[in-house]
């Protein structure tokens, strides 16, 4: 009973391990395809849609 839950342990340990090192090459692998200002691009339109952007909201302004 013993090797089965240390084997389960390092299963998950491998398992955690190798989900990391493949998400940190496949997200890097997409920002060099994608290309930097294009993320950035992406990254300011969320900021604005969220409320996050330090512009002033002219339309808030109007009312």
Do not use: K
Not at 11 to 33: C, D, E, N, P, Q
């Amino acid at each position: 009973m013993e090797t089965n839950r240390s084997t389960r342990y390092v299963l998950f340990a491998l398992g955690a391990a190798l989900g990391s090192a493949l998400g940190l090459v496949l997200g890097s692998l997409l920002t060099f395809w994608i290309g930097e200002e294009t993320l950035r691009a992406i990254q300011r339109g969320l900021r604005r849609l969220t409320g996050g952007d330090d512009r002033p909201n002219f339309e808030m302004l109007l009312q």
